[in-house]
């Protein structure tokens, strides 16, 4: 069975303080697609990386980095010297594709980021 | 480029109403799907279009929910009758394909509230 777990439900910071949301999943693929999103309070999602399972390389951007380690079937997200417009609710998604196509996404970790 | 479009933003009905909801995709997205977000959880399918055909719709309550995407482009999901558990906000997304590789862009989804 799939499954994407968000441990975290809220998180708070102050501004400039680093933080690392965490996201753990479950799957028998071997195949199979890694997603966080960003649900700012206006309420769209919106996509941020994506990372297939064959890749591992951490990636960068701008302030965000992401840890991808298949050995702990973790997808972490960190976010470098947060600021207040990173407050949102961030969610990790699996997608796999063996026979029929699924796609999971986790419950959601709310991030305030205090000024 | 046009995101994804949804109407309305907001619906307020009475329960036993019957509800719609409309979307429009990004112009060349083959994949639809519709999700239903609870406050506090994460997106949960109700049903995914390849062009016009709904290839999972197994999460869809087939007794008052309804979808139709006929001529492969935009969508229309209905309640029918509504019930004060349907209270939830209703998104819309699209991709390029369904193979699940591809990230899904959301619209700004519609708040339901059954009364």
């Known amino acids: 069975a799939q499954k994407v777990t968000q441990a975290q439900t809220e998180i708070s910071v102050v501004e400039k303080e680093d933080v690392t949301l965490d996201c753990v999943y479950e799957t028998r693929d071997t195949t199979y697609y890694l997603f966080w999103y960003k649900q700012p309070p206006s309420g769209e999602l919106v996509f941020l990386i994506r990372r297939n399972s064959f890749d591992e390389q951490n990636e960068i951007s701008g302030r965000y980095s992401w840890n991808f380690q298949k050995s702990t079937s973790s997808f972490n997200f960190t976010i470098t010297a947060s600021q207040v417009v990173d407050s949102a609710v961030y969610f990790c998604a699996l997608s796999q594709f063996s026979g029929t196509y699924k796609y999971i996404f986790g419950t959601g970790t709310r991030l305030k980021v205090l000024a | 480029e046009a995101g994804v479009v949804q109407s309305p933003r907001y619906k307020i009905i009475e329960k036993k109403q019957p509800v719609a909801f409309w979307c429009n995709p990004i112009s060349g997205h083959n994949t639809l799907y519709w999700y239903l977000q609870n406050l506090g959880q994460g997106p949960e399918l109700l049903i995914r279009?390849?062009?016009?055909?709904?290839?999972?719709d197994s999460q869809l309550p087939k007794d008052r929910f309804s979808a139709e995407r006929l001529k492969g482009v935009d969508s229309t999901l209905k309640i029918q009758p509504a019930e004060l558990g349907d209270s939830a906000v209703y998104l819309c997304?699209?991709?390029?394909?369904?193979?699940?590789?591809?990230?899904?862009?959301f619209g700004p989804g519609t708040r339901l509230t059954v009364t």
């Open positions: 279009y390849e062009n016009e055909e709904a290839v999972d």
């Open positions: 997304a699209s991709s390029l394909d369904g193979t699940g590789s591809y990230e899904q862009y």
